[in-house]
């Protein structure tokens, strides 16, 4: 049975503006920190929430350093526009860890797509692959004002107005020419089905971090039931993380 894990207040330290409407936002939260997985999710909610946004919201982890938990976001409505008006030393409510986390793996080739926001758990898991695999790491977006300047970790461009072309219709050709054999990706549904058919094809294991709306992000609400290929699974305490060839 799920029960629902303990409210958490975390501080904010800073908020860094990236990319157009894109922010990182860097909080302590100690108690959390120490527990978190990559993969692993948090629920969000503000302390004042004037607003009306009463449900909380699920961001993925992008980074942990010691007690400080990194969180990546782009600004979209009324709570990630309040987020990001919030200054230094405001007050979060956090309920985390939750969900699962991507898989421990070792002296593997693997490819690592991100779509959007969604290369914000991709590259917490790059950090911890990279000593024992080689890394492939790919940051499928838009337009030339959505790029993110990487610290400490090679990752590749791909820009859908320069390339003519989603990051997803790339997938097979990357497997092969760097010779895959692990391939991660989190992004939109329908670049993730994409990258999920081609290392299907090309018989390469493939997991997915799927997102989803969620009311309580522990499993009671059943907000975000996913029907798999082997029955339904809440993305909240089941996943984020799935075998993509569990989902397409």
């Not at 030393?89 to 959007?116: H, T």
Request: hydrophobic share 40%; proline share 3%.
């Amino acid at each position: 049975m799920c029960t629902e894990k303990a409210i958490t207040t975390a501080i904010i330290r800073k908020q860094t503006l990236l990319a157009e409407n894109t922010y990182l936002l860097e909080v302590d939260c100690a108690s959390i920190a120490t527990k978190i997985k990559p993969g692993n999710f948090v629920n969000i909610s503000l302390t004042n929430d004037t607003q009306g946004c009463l449900l909380k919201r699920p961001l993925s982890v992008h980074y942990v350093i010691g007690n400080r938990i990194s969180f990546l976001y782009k600004v979209k409505g009324a709570v990630t526009k309040i987020m990001s008006s919030l200054k230094d030393k405001a007050e979060l409510q956090i309920i985390g860890p939750l969900g699962n986390s991507f898989s421990e793996i070792k002296n593997k080739k693997v490819l690592l797509i991100g779509g959007g926001m969604g290369i914000a758990p991709l590259i917490y898991y790059a950090q911890s692959l990279k000593q024992n695999n080689s890394l492939v790491v790919v940051h499928g977006v838009k337009n030339k004002k959505e790029i993110i300047k990487w610290d400490n970790l090679e990752v590749a461009y791909h820009v859908d107005e320069v390339e003519g072309c989603f990051v997803c219709d790339k997938a097979e050709d990357l497997i092969r020419l760097h010779s895959i054999d692990h391939v991660v990706s989190c992004g939109p549904l329908p670049m993730m089905q994409k990258v999920v058919e081609s290392a299907n094809k090309m018989k390469v294991r493939v997991e997915v971090s799927l997102e989803a709306r969620m009311a309580c992000g522990f499993g009671a609400c059943l907000g975000c039931v996913l029907d798999t290929k082997t029955g339904y699974k809440r993305v909240c305490v089941d996943g984020p993380v799935f075998e993509g060839s569990e989902i397409w």
